[in-house]
């Protein structure tokens, strides 16, 4: 593929590399000095400081691609590491076509201050060499930093290597954003905008009990607050104002369904009251907007369990007292583009490009819920939690049906810290997502005894998979602990895991 033009007076930090079955769509960030010195940018430019950008020392040839020929050495695909000047760092490799080094003028090197950790993140390619006999690994790179508070800030190049194990430390950085104001973010506006151009529509199954509802629906139909020591639940304010705010999740208090004869209507939600519950937060260093949307459940429904062809409804593994799950829309602050929504399944999830997902009502993805557990996924099917090759596990049957929420209209923004404190332009969070304890009571039950039942019936040449699957199995798929809520997931201020 030809490379593209740099734009006048910017350098290459390094190339861009992709799979060829994948449409070509990606990044990588172009450079230039600034020599202007900025008062009020001194925390960050010095007049006496070198400059930002040097030219490489030399270059390190990584590896030579094979074309079957021994005789012409041009066409090959030549990998270059650039070889940066003392107190500087490489951003990423060079690709040539011939076994000349590529011109020292052809990339910069970045001023160590400036940069920041990066990490392995998809493969790219898995290739052996005849010429160095080692297998040669192609990974994309992220950011180690990551998060509402990370500063690391993607370049788009890759990483290259046919001696590098995973957990050493990268021989090429990504850079810094030393800007505390993230001038790319969205405003107030914008974000409105955005949800209103991207919301994604929720498809719930067609044979879902427990569905969504609003907090205040939740509370104003007879949630109750129980203190520990306490065996009469309070009565939830609509708005959460009863509920204790700050602290940890210390066991002290917990939420659990109203005790009369509404509690069989609540577990079951309310569709016409839902909305999604929105979180906007800097990603990659501000160069990047998460949307993050939970969708609160009063109720969690019971695990169907696969074993080849057989299903097994449980009646107790799974079901716990209210359900917060998430997907997140990661938006480019370049383009505005929607990048790519991760899909939160139980204790995991993934990242799909907008090229992989689904699309309805312009740009508009959907997701689609997973019956009884809300996990969420880009596509439609039965996916299998535990071992997909052996058939064996937890299923998560999604698709869609006339159960659904829009989240460009049905929304509320909660958070977004970065926009400051009060004022006309803030966000002002809900009292009830202060509350730091357990949205659910913990169920006390022995779980493992439901699950020896079924694997007791099985073949003696199925038993040991399926145990060995089971103890892999998250926490809270047992409902064994009360559910938190959005505050006290590790994604509020960190990343995806994934």
């Known amino acids: 593929m030809e490379k593209m033009g740099t734009p006048d007076g910017f350098c290459s930090l390094g190339d861009y590399c992709q799979s060829n079955d994948q449409p070509l769509r990606g990044?990588?960030?172009?450079?230039?000095?600034?020599?202007?010195?900025?008062?009020?940018?001194?925390?960050?430019?010095?007049?006496?400081?070198?400059?930002?950008?040097?030219?490489p020392l030399d270059y390190t040839l990584v590896?030579?691609?094979?074309?079957?020929?021994?005789?012409?050495?041009?066409?090959?695909?030549?990998?270059?590491?650039?070889?940066?000047?003392?107190?500087?760092?490489s951003m990423g490799f060079v690709v040539t076509y011939k076994s000349d080094k590529p011109k020292l003028e052809d990339v910069r090197c970045v001023r160590a201050d400036l940069t920041d950790k990066c990490?392995?993140?998809?493969?790219?390619?898995?290739?052996?060499?005849?010429?160095?006999?080692?297998?040669?690994?192609?990974?994309?790179t992220r950011p180690s930093d990551r998060g509402m508070i990370g500063t690391g800030v993607s370049v788009g190049t890759f990483f290259c290597s046919s001696y590098w194990?995973?957990?050493?430390?990268?021989?090429?950085?990504?850079?810094?954003?030393?800007?505390?104001?993230?001038?790319?973010?969205?405003?107030?506006?914008?974000?409105h905008a955005l949800i209103r151009h991207y919301g994604p529509t929720v498809f719930f199954h067609p044979d879902e009990v427990y569905l969504p509802s609003s907090v205040s629906w939740f509370f104003n139909n007879g949630a109750l607050l129980y203190k520990k020591g306490e065996s009469v639940g309070e009565a939830i304010d609509a708005a959460g104002l009863n509920l204790p705010g700050g602290g940890t999740n210390d066991g002290a208090y917990w939420i659990d369904l109203?005790?009369?004869?509404?509690?069989?209507?609540?577990?079951r939600g309310d569709l016409e009251s839902a909305v999604l519950y929105v979180h906007v937060k800097p990603a990659l260093g501000g160069t990047f907007t998460d949307i993050v949307m939970w969708v609160f459940c009063p109720f969690n429904g019971p695990a169907t369990l696969k074993v080849g062809i057989m299903n097994v409804a449980l009646t107790k593994i799974g079901k716990h007292v209210c359900d917060w799950e998430h997907f997140t829309l990661r938006v480019s602050n370049f383009t505005g583009e929607l990048?790519?929504?991760?899909?939160?399944?139980?204790?995991?999830?993934?990242?799909?490009?907008?090229?992989?997902?689904?699309?309805?009502?312009?740009?508009?993805?959907?997701?689609?819920s997973s019956k009884s557990g809300h996990a969420s996924f880009a596509h439609p099917g039965s996916y299998i939690q535990g071992s997909a090759t052996l058939g064996i596990g937890v299923r998560n049957d999604a698709t869609q049906s006339d159960y659904y929420v829009d989240s460009s209209v049905h929304y509320e923004i909660i958070a977004a810290e970065y926009l400051g404190g009060e004022g006309t332009t803030s966000v002002k969070e809900p009292c009830w997502l202060q509350y730091m304890r357990k949205w659910g009571p913990a169920v006390v039950y022995d779980s493992r005894t439901e699950l020896?039942?079924?694997?007791?019936?099985?073949?003696?040449?199925?038993r040991y998979s399926v145990a060995n699957i089971?103890?892999?199995?998250?926490?809270?798929?047992?409902?064994?602990?009360?559910?938190?809520?959005?505050?006290?997931?590790?994604?509020?201020?960190?990343?995806?895991?994934?």
Request: glycine share 6%; charged share 25%; proline share 8%.
């Open 63 to 89: 590896w030579i691609s094979d074309d079957g020929s021994e005789e012409n050495l041009d066409g090959r695909g030549y990998f270059w590491l650039p070889q940066p000047p003392e107190g500087y760092k």
């Open 339 to 368: 990048w790519s929504i991760y899909f939160s399944q139980h204790s995991g999830g993934e990242w799909v490009d907008a090229s992989d997902l689904e699309f309805i009502d312009g740009n508009k993805a959907v997701v689609y």
């Open 119 to 140: 990490e392995t993140y998809h493969l790219i390619l898995d290739a052996n060499s005849k010429f160095s006999k080692l297998p040669f690994r192609v990974w994309s």
């Open 258 to 267: 109203p005790n009369d004869d509404r509690r069989k209507i609540v577990k």
């Open 27 to 55: 990044f990588v960030l172009v450079a230039r000095e600034v020599d202007l010195y900025e008062p009020q940018n001194s925390s960050i430019w010095h007049q006496d400081q070198p400059p930002a950008l040097l030219k």
């Open 452 to 462: 020896d039942k079924f694997i007791n019936v099985l073949p003696l040449i199925l």
């Open 470 to 498: 089971f103890d892999k199995f998250p926490v809270e798929l047992y409902g064994e602990e009360g559910p938190t809520g959005p505050k006290e997931k590790n994604n509020w201020v960190g990343d995806e895991r994934s």
């Open 165 to 191: 194990s995973s957990g050493e430390e990268l021989n090429i950085a990504c850079l810094k954003n030393l800007n505390p104001t993230l001038n790319a973010m969205p405003n107030f506006d914008q974000i």
